[in-house]
């Protein structure tokens, strides 16, 4: 896209822009201007088959994903030991993510090892939330993000945690 000097182009969201979580403001650059927030695309990818099907269907398979997405999390938490896990322990109150800091490791030198080394992909960093990492002590560094999915195993979650446990010791 080519936008002339005389043209004012506005932003149609705000957000995180992922280049710089530590800013609590909307960059002003371009294309970052235009960058903000994170699009629904896998939500849009299946609202068609998800409207086909009966609205009941979908909310128990929704609310079964997002309990296998708790309670995989509620795992990680008690095999993470040498972690400082943030959020919920109630499984009732927690969401299918989660974050944690290790004392031994920066962040983001955390997800690379996990990366490169054993294949598991997480997210370091602010996470477009710089108020929420400064309350929790953890900014400018951030903490590790976990969110296992619909398809995630509980191997998969044994092999984040013996990746971990090897990578910390």
């Known amino acids: 896209m080519y936008v002339g000097p005389r043209a004012k182009v506005g932003a149609w969201r ?8 530590s800013s609590e403001t909307q960059p002003k650059e371009f294309p970052y ?8 695309v896998l939500g849009v990818a299946v609202s068609q088959p998800a409207c086909s099907t009966s609205s ?17 999390c509620g795992a990680a938490w008690r095999n993470w030991a040498a972690s400082r896990v943030f959020g919920h322990r109630d499984p009732a109150r927690r969401v ?5 800091r290790s ?14 080394a054993f294949d598991i992909a997480i997210r370091p960093g602010l996470h477009c939330a710089p108020y929420i990492h400064r309350a929790l002590g953890t900014f400018p ?8 999915g619909a398809f995630s195993t509980e191997a998969d979650i044994d092999a984040l945690a013996n990746a971990l446990a090897e990578i910390v010791v």
């Open 14 to 21: 705000e957000g995180g822009t992922g280049g710089d979580s």
């Open 33 to 40: 201007f235009l960058e903000g927030g994170t699009p629904n």
């Open 56 to 72: 009941s269907r979908v909310w128990t398979a929704s609310a079964n994903t997002r309990r296998r997405c708790a309670n995989a």
């Open 96 to 100: 299918g993510t989660l974050s944690f």
């Open 103 to 116: 004392e031994a490791l920066p962040a983001a030198e955390l997800g690379g090892i996990l990366d490169q």
């Open 141 to 148: 560094e951030g903490t590790v993000r976990v969110s296992p």
